[in-house]
């Protein structure tokens, strides 16, 4: 079992920043890829980003891309989610995610163990 906590959410006008962090706890944190994901009210839970096991390798959903920034740091069993510019359709309810895959993946399905989300709201 992984235990995945997400901290960092809150309300930000547009244009602006904020940093998530994602505590893991349980098994071993570099064992696994982490992603993010959002979901906003009435919609499906959808990709944000990835981060591969050693933190090398990351992939951006094609809407956040250049503005936001995955990180990880396995020592301290965590990884964050620089987001900067932010735009009001990036209102959502963010969550941290673990996957034993070593490929890319972006689907929830892939992904085996979740956080409990943070809020993020972005004000026009």
């Known amino acids: 079992q992984v235990q995945l906590v997400e901290s960092g959410g809150g309300l930000v006008q547009a244009g602006g920043f904020l940093r998530l962090s994602c505590a893991a706890s349980?098994?071993?944190?570099?064992?696994?890829?982490m992603g993010w994901f959002r979901q906003a009210p009435g919609k499906e839970r959808e990709f944000v980003a990835r981060i591969s096991r050693s933190g090398i390798i990351t992939y951006y959903a094609d809407s956040v891309k250049g503005r936001f920034t995955v990180s990880r740091d396995n020592a301290k069993n965590s990884v964050y989610l620089q987001m900067n510019s932010l735009k009001p359709e990036d209102t959502a309810v963010y969550y941290c995610?673990?996957?034993?895959?070593?490929?890319?993946?972006?689907?929830?399905?892939?992904?085996?163990?979740w956080g409990q989300g943070t809020q993020v709201t972005v004000s026009s």
């Open positions: 995610a673990a996957t034993g895959a070593t490929v890319i993946v972006t689907s929830s399905e892939s992904y085996d163990y």
């Open positions: 349980g098994r071993t944190f570099s064992n696994y890829a």
